[in-house]
């Protein structure tokens, strides 16, 4: 089977996640084992027994998810499947950069290991929050933002009618007032704690970066599409593109389109959650998704 692999961010964590797939794949259990050696704790313990409370820090959820979606993915090859070019929401850029081969895995875990540790430090650091717009424009959202006082800024174009704003606490609230008077449908503030890919995070992305720079990365082996564009990552300073990306906006919508336009109409939302595979859907109808979160899911796409 062929299919693009897409790799869920933040917010998608569980508990019980990933455990289907590690009870039955030894190539998946192997991906545990090595995130809990390097993180030295158990991060099985954790996806299958933290609480939600425990699963939502920042700290926790992103190595969290990050192992789950590798463990998934090497199940799946398994099984054969081959890759034919790969994407990531936020987070799961970095699982993108691993399952493109510019990061090994031991790289790829020390790298999220690293990036929860200080965005959490950023978001207990700073009053930042972030609310999913529902049923605006993107330009009228935009124009609500740059007119409200304080930092607030769109960051995550999911699809038509669904953009999320993050920043300062008051202006992210002040803002998604304002786009309910504008007509929005819901303005729902997100169980996140921090205003992520805003410069809230600046001085957590300038300390990314330079540990960045102590890890080896190579050429892709697939096509990677990332985050900040929305197009084919092209770039040999991948620690000063995770800086970038940690401060700018998830373009995913814009991501999509140029995967089908070149000609990707198959994917796989690999790891935890359904939520790429519902943005998706309202996308393009050109595009297919199915998730991949059980065992029973990885042989059910690849029978």
């Given at each position: 089977?062929?299919?693009?692999?897409?790799?869920?961010?933040?917010?998608?964590?569980?508990?019980?996640?990933?455990?289907?797939?590690?009870?039955?794949?030894?190539?998946?259990?192997?991906?545990?084992?090595?995130?809990?050696?390097?993180?030295?704790?158990?991060?099985?313990?954790?996806?299958?027994?933290?609480?939600?409370?425990?699963?939502?820090?920042?700290?926790?959820?992103?190595?969290?998810?990050?192992?789950?979606?590798?463990?998934?993915?090497?199940?799946?090859?398994?099984?054969?499947?081959?890759?034919?070019?790969?994407?990531?929401?936020?987070?799961?850029?970095?699982?993108?950069?691993?399952?493109?081969?510019i990061l090994s895995l031991e790289d790829g875990l020390r790298l999220v290991r690293r990036r929860g540790e200080l965005m959490q430090e950023a978001a207990d650091s700073t009053d930042g929050c972030m609310a999913a717009v529902l049923g605006l424009q993107d330009d009228v959202v935009e124009a609500i933002?740059?007119?409200?006082?304080?930092?607030?800024?769109?960051?995550?174009?999911?699809?038509?009618?669904?953009?999320?704003?993050?920043?300062?606490?008051?202006?992210?609230?002040?803002?998604?007032?304002?786009?309910?008077?504008?007509?929005?449908?819901?303005?729902?503030?997100?169980?996140?704690?921090?205003?992520?890919?805003?410069?809230?995070?600046?001085?957590?992305?300038?300390?990314?970066?330079?540990?960045?720079?102590?890890?080896?990365?190579?050429?892709?082996?697939?096509?990677?599409?990332?985050?900040?564009?929305?197009?084919?990552?092209?770039?040999?300073?991948?620690?000063?593109?995770?800086?970038?990306?940690?401060?700018?906006?998830?373009?995913?919508?814009?991501?999509?389109?140029?995967?089908?336009?070149?000609?990707?109409?198959?994917?796989?939302?690999?790891?935890?959650?359904?939520?790429?595979?519902?943005f998706s859907r309202r996308i393009s109808k050109e595009m297919t998704c199915k998730t991949v979160e059980t065992m029973e899911s990885v042989i059910s796409v690849t029978e």
């Amino acid at each position: 089977m062929e299919a693009v692999a897409l790799f869920p961010g933040q917010g998608a964590q569980y508990p019980g996640m990933g455990q289907s797939i590690y009870e039955n794949s030894e190539s998946a259990r192997q991906i545990f084992e090595q995130a809990s050696e390097i993180c030295g704790h158990s991060i099985s313990d954790l996806c299958f027994h933290g609480t939600k409370e425990e699963l939502s820090r920042t700290v926790n959820s992103q190595i969290a998810i990050f192992t789950c979606s590798m463990a998934a993915l090497r199940a799946l090859q398994e099984r054969g499947l081959q890759v034919q070019a790969c994407a990531g929401f936020s987070l799961g850029e970095y699982t993108a950069l691993t399952a493109a081969g510019i990061l090994s895995l031991e790289d790829g875990l020390r790298l999220v290991r690293r990036r929860g540790e200080l965005m959490q430090e950023a978001a207990d650091s700073t009053d930042g929050c972030m609310a999913a717009v529902l049923g605006l424009q993107d330009d009228v959202v935009e124009a609500i933002c740059s007119e409200t006082a304080g930092l607030v800024l769109p960051v995550n174009y999911n699809c038509d009618g669904q953009l999320v704003i993050a920043g300062e606490r008051a202006a992210v609230e002040a803002a998604a007032a304002a786009c309910k008077e504008a007509g929005a449908r819901r303005a729902v503030p997100l169980a996140v704690s921090g205003g992520f890919h805003t410069g809230l995070m600046a001085p957590a992305a300038a300390k990314l970066r330079e540990f960045a720079q102590t890890l080896t990365f190579r050429t892709p082996t697939l096509p990677m599409y990332t985050n900040v564009t929305g197009a084919l990552l092209d770039t040999t300073d991948y620690p000063a593109h995770l800086e970038q990306h940690m401060i700018s906006p998830v373009r995913w919508k814009h991501l999509i389109h140029n995967m089908i336009a070149a000609g990707y109409t198959s994917a796989l939302e690999i790891g935890v959650g359904k939520t790429l595979t519902g943005f998706s859907r309202r996308i393009s109808k050109e595009m297919t998704c199915k998730t991949v979160e059980t065992m029973e899911s990885v042989i059910s796409v690849t029978e």
